[in-house]
């Protein structure tokens, strides 16, 4: 079980049960990146192992622990259950970046600020795939100089959701007489969305970073 928020016990902070110990003085320094030697058993196994079905050379896998980071996403999922309350908020999506990017998404989280880079059809915030061979793509997980490439696994709070277009900057509201009740993200198809976009940062956690090759 997830617990709602870490909290500080002892001079440590109580994460995920399957986070590695963290000293309480780590939380301003640069947050571990943890080596996930067995990732079978973690709860998202079963989404970490299909990344092995592609045509890449996985080369490892490494759990992001950035407690205010996620003491931060916490807060706004037990938001987002309390207002969709029979919903299923949350999903497990995929994010490429390039190697220039790795360091402020582990600090700092996802920045809908670059929304537009490589593309924006269908709003202006932050993109996650559904399937992990589109961010696999050069486009999104561009190579370094030897040829690495990364893609983030994702926690992003998609919650109630309706088709977007390029001209929002913010999700549209669930009805025209009240237009302070938004959407929480929005999609490319309601029926089988491939990609869902958020516009506020703290709704997606990126938990796992994954470095392959071709």
């Avoid at 909290?7 to 320094?29: C, E, R, V």
Wanted: overall charge positive; aromatic content about 12%; proline content about 5%.
């Amino acid at each position: 079980m997830l617990s709602l928020q870490p909290t500080l016990l002892m001079g440590k902070i109580i994460s995920k049960d399957y986070w590695d110990a963290q000293n309480a003085s780590h939380i301003n320094a640069s947050f571990p990146l943890a080596l996930v030697k067995h990732p079978i058993s973690e709860n998202t196994s079963a989404t970490i192992v299909a990344l092995y079905t592609l045509h890449f050379v996985t080369l490892q896998i490494q759990r992001i622990q950035n407690p205010i980071l996620w003491q931060t996403y916490q807060i706004k999922k037990k938001s987002l259950c309390m207002k969709n309350k029979s919903q299923d908020n949350e999903k497990l999506l995929f994010h490429g970046t390039a190697k220039s990017s790795l360091s402020a998404i582990n600090y700092n989280g996802f920045n809908r600020g670059f929304a537009g880079m490589h593309a924006a059809s269908i709003g202006k915030g932050t993109y996650f795939a559904v399937d992990a061979v589109y961010s696999a793509q050069d486009t999104y997980s561009r190579p370094d100089m030897s040829g690495r490439k990364y893609m983030y696994l994702v926690r992003v709070l998609t919650g109630e959701f309706c088709v977007g277009s390029r001209e929002l900057v913010a999700p549209p509201p669930k009805y025209s007489a009240d237009p302070t009740d938004l959407y929480d993200s929005v999609v490319d198809n309601m029926h089988a969305p491939k990609m869902f976009v958020i516009f506020s940062d703290i709704q997606a956690y990126p938990e796992y970073l994954i470095t392959f090759r071709r």
